[in-house]
């Protein structure tokens, strides 16, 4: 049986391939679309996953994030010279830093998740402004 996370991954990659060809404007129409392809969802269950992607209603529709962007971020602080802080939705943090980890930014060191939080560190003041302003959208 697969795996809760896994499970979740494959519902979110469904809500993007979903939000990204097809017209939907509700949530049950999410859900319906999700159901047609074999996923078990609650409005609660779509509801979550739709902020973790950073899906936003725009023109009456829903729409992705824009690409390079990390959905689900909420906002970013500095913490000295080496560590950038990173607040999320709840429960987006863990997927995030896997996300930051998988793009491979030489700018960062590590990461440490929890659930609305993750720390990046950085090896250099330098890098820590080079991450802050990727984040922003800037680099």
């Known amino acids: ?3 809760e996370d896994d499970v979740r991954r494959q519902r979110q990659a469904a809500i993007r391939e979903i ?15 999700l159901s047609e392809r ?6 609660s269950s779509v509801s979550r996953d739709l902020a973790e992607l950073g ?3 725009r023109g009456g529709r829903y729409v992705l994030a ?16 080496y560590l950038v802080v990173l607040k999320t939705v709840v429960g987006a ?3 995030l830093g896997v996300e930051i980890d998988q793009r491979g930014w030489d700018e960062v060191v590590g990461t440490v998740a929890g659930d ?11 890098d820590q402004a ?3 302003a990727r984040l922003a959208g800037v680099a």
């Open 1 to 3: 049986m697969p795996h």
């Open 19 to 33: 939000v990204g060809a097809e017209a939907v404007s509700t949530q049950a129409e999410v859900a319906r679309r």
């Open 38 to 43: 074999g996923f078990e969802v609650t409005q």
């Open 55 to 57: 899906v936003e209603k």
């Open 66 to 81: 824009p690409s390079g962007a990390l959905p689900g971020l909420v906002g970013v602080r500095t913490a000295g010279p």
């Open 93 to 95: 943090a863990p997927l």
């Open 116 to 126: 609305d939080t993750i720390f990046l560190a950085v090896a250099t003041p330098e």
């Open 130 to 132: 080079r991450v802050v």
